[in-house]
């Protein structure tokens, strides 16, 4: 019997170890075939997740901010103990105890599951669990990941310190928002570092990596206070917060940002704008997608910020002063409709959804709530409604008439019916005294039809200091400034004189202004001054100054189009040139960014600068990738310099003409400024060059011009090309707009004399006949030129350049002013032609194609 029973028991322990056996076998089998072609656990030790790439002004002030995944990466000892003690109570309290995984928490886990039935299912997965899950594993709920997810946890514990899974847990994990992370999720719901989170808001952050659209604080703010308490129970039982300091975490109202407790983050960022955005569009093609939005880096713009609104500015100006010019009502064609319109509450929340240009300074949106006999009241979006209420009153909309869908305009408005209906989205602007800035009336705006760019930057060392490439960022994001290729018409002229120059020609060279004709294979070309007159033989100064077409192609037909297509590409005007003599007009396309950069050439002395919107990056570590200025100071390691020394800066760039070509064509393009085609508009406290541009039939009007240390271009037309009417030019509306940004870019950056450079000296001529004048001459017709050392130059008619034109006995040489009276005179074809009389500077424009 005994001998029974001992063989029974025999059996069963038999049996039992048999089975143990078998089963640590098999789980070891299981365990070894899925640990085979698991991911490498070693590669969590170089963690570089997708972080935000910021940009920062040159003050370093953060100005912009990109990003797929809005992460704040935080190391683990710059997250607070409070941080972390939230999210091991919700998610593993056992966290520093285990070795990866929770045996018991896994058997609780399964007990509850049997015990409901399959209708209390509750995770069991450790924080290093979810880590394996989150980087290397996938989220499917399936048993092969768990078994891989438990033998990569025990890998990585041995690995890792457990501050350092909890640092890649906390930074990676999913919070809503487009939040990944702690840090970056604490700035979206309280608009606070961690540092600065109270317990309760510590716990509504660990609340959250279950399902952030669960616990939203708006949607579900019930639940989402559940599930925060149930956080700080879990913390003041684990012994993290004190019973006191529960209790007064538990009684707190869950308050955010989505709430309206706390300002968002963003609204401490300026509006993005061209600037930031044009950035985003060149890093993205030199660095790549991926490397700009998730990589972490560091970008000091080179934008100066109140120089950037100086020029946003000056551009709206000069668009709504053309628009309104126009006389034609088009608003934002958005309404809103009249249920919606019953109570204050219920219009502002309307209105807040309508999408319109909000970035446009002391704009306001609003809408129409009341049609009166004469005007309209308003309600505006940021503005207190007051007992009389805000209205458009009849002489305010007296300007305009309608522009109806059918395209037809309305009668010329007399009343705000006129032009405005109930649930109609306008723009506002309040009108004020110049004297004391006191209120006058409310006013209505419009976002142009026509559009522009704006670009000024350091002659120097390309940097820009200030872009607007239109009216508003947020009604356009299309760049004006650098992706809209135009003609630059006249402005392109001053690459055909640097041509001519560095060839043997001065400016005091004389070439005839009279017809012309190229055969091309469209036929006969007859290009003409934007006067419809001659006037000539004249001195090159003159014929920049005043802009002339007829000279202009005369010089380039002298010289060849392939010389000056050369010096157009080595500017970096184009990246190639078509040598059309039609393209001396600037007829070929380019964009106001390169033309202002090759403006700055001149401006420099004839070096060679690459224009850039970044001064540095530096990458998620803080090393610098890219630093575009290659100069070297000497100067800059010493600790002190002798008194009224400055640093020594050596530069190797190169020059892209010679240094007194550069000077010759800036002091030309002074008498642009100081009695040519932009003598009317531009007008500044310092020395100051540069050149109007307007294209056939006023498409496109420019105005390029620089002092002695900063370079502004403006360019006005429409998005699709039609002419802006008679007497569109370049000096009459981009003139306005260069010389209001200037004003106040020379307060900052002042201005003096351009450089005399070296190896040259002044004769003074006559600038009507070119004669060589006595060294003593004065007066309005004398000028002081710049000619090369050795240079013997030839003045008046021994210097003329013909070009096909036959002089003949009754041609006027010369007459101050140029010759009142047309002249005829005959070519060298036998046909009569007139030359003459002065051109007024209305009917002069600024030259142009033709």
């Known amino acids: 019997m005994f001998r029974a029973i001992l063989s029974f028991f025999g059996a069963i322990f038999s049996f039992v170890t048999v089975g143990t056996a078998i089963a640590v076998l098999m789980i070891g089998a299981i365990f070894w075939m899925y640990g085979r072609d698991l991911p490498k656990h070693e590669e969590l030790s170089n963690y570089t997740p997708k972080t935000i790439s910021r940009i920062y002004s040159g003050e370093g002030r953060l100005i912009d901010e990109f990003a797929t995944e809005r992460r704040l990466y935080a190391p683990a000892d710059e997250i607070p103990d409070l941080v972390k003690q939230a999210f091991i109570s919700a998610e593993d309290k056992n966290f520093y105890n285990h070795k990866g995984y929770d045996a018991r928490g896994m058997i609780s886990a399964a007990v509850d599951a049997v015990k409901s039935r399959g209708q209390n299912v509750r995770g069991a997965s450790t924080i290093t669990q979810q880590v394996m899950k989150n980087f290397l594993l996938g989220g499917e709920r399936t ?17 890792l310190s457990k501050d350092r899974i909890l640092e890649l847990y906390l930074n990676e994990i999913f919070l809503g928002q487009n939040s990944y992370g702690v840090a970056a999720a604490a700035q979206t719901y309280f608009n606070k570092t961690l ?31 559940a599930r925060r308490n149930f956080v700080l129970r879990e913390m003041n039982e684990n012994g993290y917060v004190s019973d006191a300091a529960y209790e007064v975490a ?48 560091t970008i000091r713009a080179t934008v100066e910020p109140e120089m950037q609104v100086h020029a946003a500015a000056a551009l709206r100006q ?177 690459f055909v004189y640097a041509a001519a120059l560095d060839s043997g020609f001065t400016p005091a060279t004389i070439v005839i202004d009279a017809p012309i004709e190229v055969a091309t294979a469209q036929g006969i070309w007859r290009p003409k001054n934007a006067s419809n007159k001659f006037y000539g033989p004249t001195p090159l100064r003159t014929g920049i100054e005043r802009s002339r077409n007829l000279m202009t192609v005369r010089l380039a037909e002298e010289i060849g189009m392939d010389l000056v297509a050369g010096y157009a590409e080595r500017f970096g005007v184009y990246d190639r040139m078509d040598p059309f003599l039609s393209n001396a007009l600037g007829s070929q396309e380019t964009t106001l960014f390169k033309m202002v950069a090759s403006y700055a050439m001149f401006a420099n002395g004839g070096e060679r600068v690459e224009p850039t919107l970044v001064d540095r990056v530096q990458d998620r570590w803080g090393e610098t990738v890219y630093r575009h200025d290659p100069r070297h100071c000497e100067d800059c390691q010493l600790t002190s310099l002798d008194p009224g020394f400055g640093p020594r800066i050596t530069s190797d760039r190169e020059r892209v003409i010679n240094a007194i070509t550069a000077y010759q064509l800036t002091s030309m393009m002074q008498g642009v400024v100081e009695r040519g085609t932009a003598s009317k508009t531009v007008n500044l406290s310092v020395p100051t060059a540069g050149k109007t541009g307007t294209t056939n039939d006023a498409k496109d009007v420019w105005f390029i011009g620089f002092t002695s240390n900063i370079v502004a271009g403006c360019y006005i037309g429409y998005d699709r090309p039609r002419s802006l009417g008679k007497g569109a030019s370049g000096g009459g509306m981009c003139g306005p707009v260069f010389t209001q940004f200037m004003k106040e870019a020379t307060k900052k950056y002042g201005g003096g004399k351009f450089k005399v450079p070296p190896g040259g000296h002044f004769i003074k001529i006559d600038r009507f006949t070119g004669a060589r004048l006595p060294d003593d001459a004065t007066g309005d017709n004398v000028v002081a030129e710049y000619f090369r050392d050795g240079e013997e130059p030839v003045f008046g008619l021994a210097a003329l350049i013909d070009g096909g034109f036959a002089m003949g006995a009754n041609l006027p040489l010369f007459a101050p002013g140029e010759a009142e009276g047309a002249t005829q005179v005959t070519t060298s074809t036998g046909k009569k032609a007139k030359v003459g009389p002065k051109a007024s500077f209305g009917s002069l424009s600024s030259g142009g194609l033709y």
Do not use: C
């Not at 990941?145 to 041995?158: D, N, Q, S």
């Not at 317990?199 to 989402?224: F, G, Q």
């Not at 509006?271 to 093609?285: A, C, K, M, V, W």
């Open 143 to 159: 048993g092969e990941r768990k078994i891989k997810e438990l033998i990569l946890a025990t890998r990585i514990e041995k690995t």
């Open 195 to 225: 540092s600065q989170l109270g317990p309760e808001e510590a716990a509504y952050l660990a609340a959250l990596p279950k399902a952030p659209s669960t616990y939203h604080p708006v949607r579900e703010t019930e639940r989402a206070l």
């Open 250 to 297: 538990r009684n707190s109202p869950l308050k955010t940002v989505q709430n309206g407790d706390y300002a968002p983050f963003r609204q401490s960022l300026p509006p993005r704008d061209y600037f930031t955005d044009e950035i985003r569009r060149q890093l993205s093609e030199d660095f790549g997608e991926g490397e700009f939005f998730g990589g972490g880096l």
């Open 318 to 494: 000069g668009l709504e002063k053309y628009d309104r010019s126009q006389g034609i009502w088009r608003g934002t064609r958005k309404t809103i409709p009249a249920d919606k319109l019953a109570d204050e509450a219920s219009w502002r929340a309307a209105l807040a959804e309508v999408e319109v240009a909000r970035d446009v300074e002391r704009w306001h949106p609003a809408v129409v709530l009341e049609i009166a006999k004469t005007s309209a009241r308003i309600g505006i979006e940021g503005v207190a409604e007051d007992s009389d209420g805000h209205w458009i009153v009849a002489k305010d909309v007296a300007w305009a008439r309608k522009l109806n869908e059918d395209g037809s305009l309305g009668r010329k408005a007399q009343a705000a019916s006129d032009l405005l209906s109930v649930g109609d989205v306008v723009h506002v602007r309040q009108m004020t005294k110049d004297s004391d800035g006191s209120f006058i009336r409310w006013t209505l705006r419009q976002v142009p039809e026509v559009q522009g760019g704006f670009v000024a930057m350091d002659v120097n060392t390309g940097r820009v200091v200030a872009m607007q490439g239109g009216f508003s960022y947020q009604d356009s994001v299309f760049n004006r400034a650098t992706q809209a290729t135009r003609q630059p018409g006249s402005s392109f002229k001053p």
